[in-house]
């Protein structure tokens, strides 16, 4: 079955540093969608990427869909303590924009001040 | 919009008893997703409805976990007899559209 591989699972930063996480499918995925859950919170969407090779930012953070829409990135510069959480990477079935979603496991994302 | 509603937003219980978790996902929304989530095994799908419809419960761990979704505008998820290995925070989610709008969760505790 299609599986989502996430890595790294752990991340600690110094506030001010660069942090990416980086998600990888084993089959080709219709869309790839970023989630962010705060600790004792609940995952809140961030983007959705869809086509080849496509790149969005939201401030600091850049999003990235491979070419053969098998692997994204989520790259954060600059780290600030708000970033604390985990992030979490999801594919759509190919063929189909809607429907379930395969999560990765996460990527927790510790920032020292 | 309210967003997704869950309840409760905590339950202890004792083991074998029989949990209800509820949800209300958003209105117009035609996807609805029951995840659990742990430390060990992280975010998984348990079972998810299209149109009221399960389409997909091979996430369901055994046949302790059963779904329902009389209508569009709610849905349970009920663990008979419940076991400490069930511990864990349970989310609702509902979608239109492909974008997953989650619930607070239902933090169980089976003692």
């Known amino acids: 079955g299609q599986q989502v591989m996430q890595i790294p699972q752990y991340q600690h930063v110094q506030e001010g540093e660069d942090f990416t996480t980086y998600c990888n499918s084993s089959?080709?995925?219709?869309?790839i969608q970023w989630y962010k859950q705060r600790p004792g919170g609940h995952p809140v969407f961030l983007i959705q990427?869809?086509?080849?090779?496509e790149v969005k930012k939201q401030k600091r953070l850049t999003f990235q869909f491979g070419e053969a829409k098998k692997n994204s990135s989520l790259h954060i510069t600059a780290t600030q303590t708000t970033d604390v959480g985990t992030y979490f990477c999801?594919?759509?079935?190919?063929?189909?924009?809607?429907?379930?979603?395969?999560f990765g496991r996460g990527t927790q994302l510790t920032v020292w001040p | 919009d309210a967003g997704v509603i869950q309840s409760p937003r905590h339950e202890v219980t004792e083991m074998g008893q029989e949990v209800t978790l509820r949800c209300k996902p958003i209105?117009?929304?035609?996807?609805l997703f029951w995840y659990r989530q742990t430390m060990m095994r992280g975010l998984e799908l348990l079972i998810y409805?299209?149109?009221?419809?399960?389409?997909?419960d091979s996430g369901m761990p055994e046949d302790r976990f059963s779904a329902k979704m009389p209508n569009a505008s709610f849905s349970t998820l009920k663990i008979q007899p419940s076991e400490p290995r069930d511990s864990a925070v349970y989310f609702c989610a509902s979608s239109f559209g492909g974008r997953a709008f989650f619930g607070q969760g239902t933090r169980l505790t089976v003692v």
């Open positions: 089959t080709t995925l219709s869309n």
């Open positions: 999801a594919g759509g079935e190919r063929g189909s924009t809607l429907g379930r979603l395969y």
């Open positions: 209105s117009g929304h035609d996807y």
């Open positions: 409805f299209n149109n009221n419809v399960p389409i997909d």
């Open positions: 990427l869809v086509k080849s090779g």
